[in-house]
């Protein structure tokens, strides 16, 4: 730790400063106003570039200009940075240096719990972050429903690299870093629990907003040597993650961070590491890289006598079974987690996830059983909703089960307002597996009612919205396949080869978002 100011300096005044656009202006001199358009504030709640480059940090390139956290950055702006800096007192250059810590926006808590200290006490530091705020942040409003309303902050890049700087030079940074990291593993262990508790979409909103700092603090490399150390909260934190990357569609980029931490980690991955490392090599497309991993977590599992970690490994059994179309094995690998999974699991899919699974391992070879099981999935589910809430994914999944049976049954109506919910639901997650088994299954239902131009529109869009998502060598599950397959070679009796090529581009183009809304 470098020295830090004596107490007591917390209570001095900011000396007069210049405000934060200041130094976000690119001019020669700080007291010339050199563009009256949009303010940086406007820009960051509209989400939005405006058009006119003239403004100056939305110029081309310069000869002073540098890349800062991939953003363009002049000499000017940093300049007028510097010079906002000088006329700080003590507390709030203390606070300005350790707020460069943050990668993407903050609010008061992790202000408190990231910078506070003897210098800067918990009870003060509110105070001044306030008294910075013209000088050296921007507010912002990345509120999502629900949340409660309080201020939340994001330092542009100028400031933040002044920040960065100053603090380096003073030693503190390997402290900030860990404090850092330590404050993520807390956010994403209250994502995983309110995903657990039925907050599914509250969950995937908390992520998606934290994950700049979430993505710093899941890489060790940033900590002081040793990096091991560090490297098992970067794996605490892609795990209790994971459905960010499996059920809302971020699979390649979580296996790529797991993968990264597990190999500094210093002893042996947990179950629960290697358990998602192989569910997201399913989610990839590549089951057989899943089957090492299955066998590491299985034993990993009873060497630390994790019993919840085995219902997780019988239900990913079950899903890769599936995935190749082993629909007997899958049956049977979703009963015995049911069997092992607690009726309130505290982490990885629920019983209604199982339940769901064995519908659609059961539902086109032994519709009956199938039935039985969704029947039993709503009372189950029915039992113990006040505690636990929505399991939205499970019943997405459930909802193409159900459409299976109604068409099985004739019902092209019922089959297919069912595959539309499901297709909706599994859009509002962002499950891109999900999405595209739905609309493929509704555009057989459709085709089985004459509509083929509606199916084409469909599968034109599934397969932009593969190839957008997916490598080149991503297959998709046996269940899906079979589905897509009939599809097209019915397509292929009613529309020549020009029509078809037409029909799939007019769907690419539309997309799935607007045809699951017309449809």
Not at 133 to 160: K, N, S, T
Not at 317 to 346: C, I, V
Request: glycine content about 8%; overall charge negative; charged content about 30%.
């Amino acid at each position: 730790m470098g020295a830090e100011d004596p107490p007591g300096t917390t209570d001095r005044r900011l000396r007069d400063g210049a405000p934060a656009d200041e130094w976000l202006q690119d001019g020669p001199s700080a007291d010339r106003q050199l563009w009256d358009g949009p303010s940086a504030d406007e820009w960051l709640r509209e989400g939005t570039v405006p058009a006119d480059r003239s403004a100056p940090w939305a110029a081309g390139p310069a000869p002073d200009e540098r890349l800062l956290w991939g953003e363009p950055v002049s000499g000017d702006q940093l300049a007028a940075a510097e010079r906002a800096y000088d006329r700080c007192g003590p507390s709030e250059r203390l606070l300005w240096e350790r707020l460069s810590v943050f990668e993407g926006t903050f609010g008061p808590d992790a202000v408190r719990e990231v910078c506070a200290s003897w210098a800067l006490p918990p009870t003060a530091v509110l105070g001044v972050l306030d008294r910075l705020l013209p000088l050296a942040l921007l507010r912002v409003d990345d509120l999502f429903a629900g949340e409660d309303d309080v201020p939340r902050y994001w330092m542009p890049h100028p400031a933040r690299a002044v920040g960065a700087r100053r603090l380096t030079g003073r030693g503190d940074r390997p402290d900030l870093v860990l404090r850092h990291r330590r404050w993520c593993v807390k956010l994403a262990r209250t994502a995983a629990d309110r995903w657990q508790s039925g907050r599914q979409l509250d969950a995937r909103d908390l992520a998606l907003r934290e994950l700049p700092d979430l993505a710093a603090a899941m890489d060790p490399t940033t900590a002081s040597p040793p990096r091991g150390d560090e490297a098992d909260a970067a794996v605490e934190i892609a795990v209790s993650l994971w459905f960010l990357w499996v059920v809302c569609g971020r699979a390649a980029e979580g296996r790529t961070r797991l993968r990264h931490a597990l190999a500094l980690l210093g002893g042996e991955p947990s179950a629960r590491a290697l358990w998602l490392a192989a569910f997201l090599e399913l989610e990839s497309g590549r089951p057989e890289e899943a089957d090492p991993l299955l066998v590491r977590a299985w034993a990993a599992a009873v060497r630390d006598g994790d019993g919840g970690a085995l219902g997780l490994l019988a239900h990913l059994r079950g899903s890769t079974a599936l995935y190749q179309g082993r629909t007997r094995a899958a049956a049977d690998e979703y009963r015995e987690a049911l069997a092992l999974t607690e009726e309130y699991p505290e982490f990885g899919p629920t019983r209604h996830a199982c339940w769901a699974g064995l519908a659609l391992a059961l539902c086109r070879t032994d519709p009956e059983a199938a039935q039985e099981a969704l029947d039993l999935a709503d009372l189950d589910r029915e039992s113990r909703w006040g505690r636990a809430g929505r399991d939205m994914n499970a019943e997405a999944w459930s909802a193409m089960a159900r459409a299976e049976l109604a068409a099985w049954d004739g019902d092209a109506e019922r089959a297919a307002e069912h595959a539309r919910w499901a297709l909706r639901e599994h859009l509002r997650l962002g499950s891109a597996a999900g999405a595209a088994g739905a609309a493929e299954l509704l555009a057989q239902i459709r085709l089985s009612a004459g509509r083929r131009d509606e199916a084409a529109h469909l599968l034109g869009a599934v397969d932009l919205l593969r190839t957008s998502v997916f490598d080149s060598s991503y297959r998709p599950a046996e269940f899906c396949v079979v589905t897509r397959d009939r599809s097209e070679r019915a397509l292929r009796t009613l529309l020549d080869g020009p029509e078809l090529r037409y029909a799939y581009e007019e769907g690419a183009r539309r997309g799935l978002f607007a045809l699951a809304g017309e449809t």
